[in-house]
């Protein structure tokens, strides 16, 4: 194998980076961009509210401490932190990726729910932003008990 001069963490952090700028349904995704582009947490509360998707600068701070603690590869030290970690790897979990990733979630993923064991092992489902938001999906998404990922028809 010929060295690339890329440490494998570099490559994870990359294409986890890409994913949630690709696909930004989420809170971690919104503030990743917002990290991206220099935005404070106040200035981030404030585009979320115009957005209609309302969100404390505290709560974006969270947020924000748990977006650059998964890119660093670390994990929360607080059992209570777990989940929202956890739903940054579900998340991930929702869109094609490396092997390498999928090594990478499932790892931290567990490593998680030894810290909290109602931690889920499955993709993120539907999401809704702002206090107020009742939006629902209009039928319960389907975990395939083969693979544990929502999918149409047959198991990939």
């Known amino acids: 194998m010929v060295p690339t001069g890329e ?5 994870i952090r990359a294409e986890i980076q890409q994913i949630l700028i690709d696909h930004p349904r989420t809170r971690y995704a919104k503030v ?24 404390s600068a505290d709560s974006i701070a969270n947020v ?27 998340e991930l979990l929702n869109y094609r990726r490396s092997p390498e990733l999928t090594q990478h979630i499932k790892t931290k993923l567990a490593k998680l729910r030894e810290l909290d064991p ?11 932003l702002g206090a107020n938001d009742p939006s629902k999906p209009e039928k319960p998404e389907k975990v395939c008990p083969h693979c544990y990922l929502v999918h149409a028809g047959e198991c990939p």
Do not use: F, N, W
């Open 64 to 90: 924000r401490r748990l977006v650059r603690l998964s890119m660093d590869d670390k994990l929360v030290p607080a059992p209570s932190d777990a989940e929202g970690q956890a739903g940054l790897y579900r």
């Open 118 to 128: 109602k931690i889920l092992l499955t993709p993120l489902g539907h999401v809704h």
């Open 32 to 55: 990743l961009l917002g990290m991206l582009r220099g935005l404070t947490d106040a200035e981030m509360a404030k585009e979320a509210a115009e957005a209609g998707e309302p969100i």
């Open 7 to 11: 440490c494998p963490h570099d490559s």
